[in-house]
């Protein structure tokens, strides 16, 4: 049993760690989180050179990791540092691809964006409740639906869309302007669009796909619960400093047992979180892997919630301002809940597991 | 034991009800209704509407041109204006200054400035707590030195709510320095145009611009402007306070947020069924509805105990926290229900692009996130928990 990282995933968070603390101070971050195009291509650039996208995809497809721990390991520096560029978004792509012969190196290195369109207005989670539809035309496809919150698509090349052909969910492609979309940033930072499909022409990338972007997902909600560990030691961090700065009634805040006891609350459930992350990693690969993740991240949505208000509430005022950091790590944590399946559908997952055994 | 409310107070229900169908603007009710600031202008509006009709200073006797309400009409008013979306009147000038100054002032000062307060001359705003002194608030350094007939003031105040909208300021200030903390502060007001006061913006969590710091450098302010005796303003900060708690429960905003919540959740469907038909979502609705229903109730409880003593007891401050709590809650499930559809950023952009988001929920993520500020100010729960425990519990 060892859960120490390997040398060369520590090797890949300390200089992924020290790249984003020397070029992703707070301020940058939040000049670049919160207006178009809501991430700072230069960066987005040098990650890539960096190789983060690499880490996240086996060798055999010309990556240099794709483990859980590589996922978990890139997205914790990225919580920690709250940064707001797409990754996610390629990660997901990047996994849907690996079950077809696409060659990955555009996006690997980072010149060929895409973002992939799952949730729908009426069906934000439930790949099931699908509704828009694949229809053919010619020797092509066209594509009829809506497809809400689609991050990264502002800024994409290409589109990956869930559509419905009859029964089977296929993956299709659309050029990154194809549709009418709606760009807008996000309450916690980075950019995300509404598309409007109507007969719009695409390509198939992959028929009966279900399996395949189950998969996906899955590798998404991972990278998910790590970037909110990551996040939420931050921001535990910045709120424990602040307990032991802040003086009122002539002692430090800390020294009060009614926030004494929170604060190890909150610290114990970040520990329980982190370890639920750390089994979902492990379990990637594993037939079960769907119930762990499902697990890790309903964990994860409460404890962010937790963590979030908590940290706001025992820092006082200053933690409702947009210039104390604090107030954007609430944000995001609060924020991460709603992606990929929130806390409560995921609790339906694993009852659904339970149930069936 | 009769939980009804009488013929008079039905009645009485039954006339608020009609004035706010037939007075109340429908673009104010509906930019409430969004969750989206309301401008001055709207706010001075509907203020103009209430005084017309002599409703506006629901805690002033009516020898000062208050309504003399008892407490249960107060609590009808406040269910009555949730229901039909009306903003809550500010609570700076009217239901905090107002009370203090009827207290406290001199004739000339009751004379001068209730009536400014009531028809829109004055816009108040609150400048108690510093960054050195939050939940600690006797802990305040803004000096005040007497120099002839003047009080000169320097130091700063911060979290001045509204304040960019205000003519005035009303602050504690310390006058003794050498007193033991509570005993060297008074109570004063300043014009904001007074030389040497400056105010700049702070930016909140969700991106508007609500609060605000002020700064004080060799400010000269007449000392008739100060409310009280010199040295006692402590007192008068306290008795401000138990009347800021006084309906601070917000059960008819709760009551109205959860009605909203139950349409939400009948009309949006997720992962092929209505919200509402979702177990786990009806759960966290139905436990909700269970809280509230009992703060109704504990809330009438201590409106008749109020009306009954005259004076709201320490156990206003349990009904705040609770209040919170709820109001809290109310905002994270409207935000849950809205899931990732929650997430844009409420920008002019997206106003009015109805094809993206239902405009009533434009706001929704940002206003759970501006919530946070309710369980913080007016003494945070923390500090209220403490006040309980010492004077409700005796521990
Ligand atoms: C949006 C907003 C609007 C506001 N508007 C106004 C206004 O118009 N005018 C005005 O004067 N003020 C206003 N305030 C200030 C507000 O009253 C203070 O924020 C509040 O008193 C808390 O002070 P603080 O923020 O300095 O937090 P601190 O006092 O630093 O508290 C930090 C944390 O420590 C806890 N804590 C402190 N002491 C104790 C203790 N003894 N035991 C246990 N826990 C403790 C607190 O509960 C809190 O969780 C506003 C604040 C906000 C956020």
């Known amino acids: 049993m060892d859960f120490e990282k390997t040398d060369d995933r520590r090797m890949l968070a300390d200089s992924l760690d020290r790249f984003l603390a020397d070029t992703y101070p707070i301020e940058h971050r939040n000049r670049v989180a919160y207006a178009a195009p809501f991430h700072d291509p230069e960066r987005w ?85 699908i509704e828009t539809t694949a229809a053919r035309s010619g020797a092509g496809w066209t594509l009829t639906g809506r497809k809400s919150v689609v991050y990264g698509a502002q800024t994409a090349d290409a589109i990956l869309v869930v559509a419905r052909d009859g029964d089977a969910l296929g993956l299709y492609e659309i050029e990154g302007d194809a549709a009418e979309r709606i760009d807008y940033g996000l309450i916690d930072g980075g950019g995300a669009s509404d598309l409007f499909l109507d007969a719009t022409p695409a390509d198939l990338v992959l028929a009966d ?100 208000e908590e940290s706001v509430q025992m820092q006082g005022g200053i933690a409702m301002t947009w210039e104390y950091p604090a107030s954007h790590y609430a944000k995001r944590l609060t924020m991460i809940d709603t992606q990929l399946g929130d806390a409560d559908w995921h609790l339906e997952q694993v009852m659904a597991a339970l149930q069936a055994a | ?151 000169v003031i320097n130091g700063q105040k911060t979290w001045t709510t509204l304040g960019q909208h205000a003519n005035r300021i009303f602050c504690l200030v310390r006058t003794d320095p050498d007193a033991k903390k509570q005993a060297g502060i008074s109570f004063v007001l300043a014009d904001l145009d007074t030389p040497g006061i400056e105010m700049r913006p702070i930016r909140l969590i969700e991106g508007g611009h609500e609060v605000n710091e002020v700064f004080f450098t060799d400010a000269r302010v007449p000392v008739a402007n100060r409310v009280g005796e010199e040295n006692q303003g402590w007192t008068i900060a306290k008795y401000l306070l138990t009347h800021e708690r006084t309906n601070i429960a917000g059960v008819g905003f709760s009551i109205q947020a959860f009605e909203n919540l139950c349409a939400l959740s009948r009309k949006s469907r997720r992962n092929g069924r209505r919200m509402i038909d979702d177990p786990l979502f009806a759960a966290r609705l139905a436990r909700i509805e269970i809280d509230l229903e009992a703060m109704k109730i504990t809330n009438l409880r201590m409106l008749s105990d109020a009306t009954k003593n005259g004076q709201p007891g320490p156990e206003s401050s349990m009904l705040k926290v609770k209040g919170t709590v709820i109001r809290q809650a109310l905002n994270d499930l409207s935000r849950r229900a809205l899931g990732p559809a929650a997430a844009p950023f409420p920008s002019e952009d997206l106003e009015g692009n109805a094809a993206l988001v239902d405009p009533d929920q434009a706001a929704n993520a940002a206003r759970y996130f501006n919530n946070r500020k309710i369980s913080i100010y007016g003494g945070s729960n923390e500090i209220q928990k403490n006040i309980l425990a010492k004077t409700m519990l005796g521990l």
């Open chain 2, 1 to 151: 034991m009769d939980l009804s409310f009488s013929p008079e107070e039905e009645a009485f229900r039954a006339e608020v009800r009609q004035f706010l169908a037939e007075e109340l603007p429908e673009d104010i009710a509906r930019r409430n209704r969004e969750g989206r600031e309301l401008e001055k202008a709207d706010m001075d509006r509907w203020h103009a509407i209430l005084n017309a009709r002599g409703w506006l200073a629901v805690t002033w006797p009516e020898e000062y041109g208050g309504t003399g309400w008892t407490p249960v009409q107060r609590h009808i008013f406040e269910e009555e204006c949730a229901r039909a979306s009306a903003p809550r009147t500010l609570s700076f000038g009217l239901a905090m200054l107002g009370p203090v100054l009827i207290k406290f002032g001199t004739e000339a000062q009751k004379a001068e400035l209730l009536p400014r307060i009531l028809d829109g001359r004055d816009w108040w705003c609150q400048g108690y707590s510093e960054p050195g002194a939050g939940s600690d608030l006797a802990g305040l350094k803004t000096r005040a030195e007497r120099d002839g007939d003047d009080y």
């Open chain 1, 45 to 129: 650039a040098e990650l890539a050179e960096l190789g983060i996208l690499h880490a996240l995809v086996p060798e055999e497809r010309g990556g240099f990791g794709g483990a859980g721990f590589d996922v978990f390991t890139v997205f914790e520096s990225l919580g920690r540092a709250l940064c707001p560029e797409p990754v996610l978004p390629a990660l997901l792509v990047l996994r849907a691809l690996m079950a077809t012969e696409a060659d990955l190196e555009p996006i690997l290195s980072g010149t060929r964006r895409y973002a992939l369109a799952v949730g729908e207005p009426d069906a934000p989670y439930d790949l099931d409740a």
């Open chain 1, 209 to 308: 796909a279900e399996a395949a972007i189950r998969e996906a997902l899955d590798w998404g909600r991972l990278a998910l619960c790590a970037e909110a560990v990551g996040a939420m030691d931050a921001a535990r961090d910045m709120m424990l400093d602040y307990m032991r700065q802040r003086t009122q009634f002539g002692r430090p805040i800390g020294s009060f047992q009614a926030l004494q006891h929170r604060a190890v609350e909150m610290v114990t459930e970040i520990e329980q979180a982190r370890s639920l992350t750390i089994l979902a990693a492990a379990r990637m690969d594993d037939p079960d892997r769907a119930r762990h993740v499902s697990m890790a991240k309903n964990l994860i949505g409460r404890t962010t919630q937790l963590v979030a």
